[in-house]
């Protein structure tokens, strides 16, 4: 991802805060707890995941922003849904081990224990994984049983690009044998990865160099063989094939960047359902056909398969970006967005499911129609949204639009 500085203003980051906690309830009500730590530990879930809120889709700032969300607003209910977001960027990373100290504290687990693990997941990913990028965002989740997820960000000053490490205790076996759930980025130059399974032989062997060498000797020896490999370069190993994502330096979003069957299928299903579904049914004021079309992406945010996240640009249709990419904001729309999904999850609650039912039959929908359902281009769909951006409340960091 492009490195980006700057903060997420107040009138978006509080939005935020309230749709990513309901998104979060919203999963855990239909899929269990487990579920959302796994789409945490997915990197095109969780990109997607901060563009449907409204940050830039393509930026290093939506891990900053997902997980401070994620903080503010899992806090008042950590009771309740059992969940602890711990650490953050910066001088807040830090704290992180103090933190899951706290909460062992509290609900009785092995503070000590989980503040270890924390120590060592930083350990790996900044000495074992030597790839240019330093770690400067430490994020740690952690459940009332003890199940985690870690979300690491280095970054590289001289490309001025970030890059996503992601850990789930969930069938990790070990801290050194190909740990992660995903580093999200591409081969940029040498990388020394010691945490891949592959080389357990050469951490073996550096532990016999050191015990029967020493440092000196090491260093002698080590200088001889890089003049070695200077004259005689040795061929590129063949690299695994994997599902990779790369965010543009450019802030416009484009047809390229999106997978349009998708989107015409988000947006004839809230055609389709919304007139049935969230007049009807739902009842709540003020929400219109533009509402629908938002409520759509964010019920695939709940309800897709993690294959379906491919496209992260995607899912910024549904509430724009603050840097008024691929448009501003619509706040009146985001707020109604809130407000339905307040609702239902609130119904939810109590054991009255229609609201929550409404939402998947409107991901459903999309699916079965993504298969045959045309419309315009992207281009189209952009211009319409700032030739009505005024009417829906648009804001961006540049301010209001008239």
Known sequence: MPLHG?????????RMTKLGVLIAEAIIHHYGRDEFLRRLSHPFWFQSFGSVMGMDWHSSGITTSVLGSLKRGLKPRA????????????????????????????VGLDGTGLANVSRLVAKVDSAAVQDGFDLYLHGFIVADDGKWVVVQQGMNDATRQARRYHWLSEGLESFIDSPHSAIEGRTQGDIINLADKRA???????????????????????????RKVEAVPAPEPAQLSLPHLVMPARHDVREADVNMKRLHGSLAAAADRGPVDFQELLMVPGVGARTVRALAMVAEVVHGAPCRFSDPARFSIAHGGKDRHPFPVPLKVYDETINVMRSAVAKGRLGRDEELAALQRLDIQARQLERYVTGPDLKEIIAGEFRDSASFGGRSVFGWEE
């Open 6 to 14: 700057g903060r997420v203003p107040p009138w978006l980051g509080e």
């Open 79 to 106: 009771r309740e849904l059992g969940l602890h977001v711990c650490g953050g960027r910066g001088s807040h990373s830090r704290k992180t081990p103090d933190e899951l100290v706290d909460v062992g504290h509290r």
């Open 200 to 226: 357990e032989r050469s951490r073996g062997g550096q532990l016999d160099i050191l015990a029967s060498l020493g440092p000196d000797r090491i260093v002698r020896e080590a200088a001889a063989l890089a």
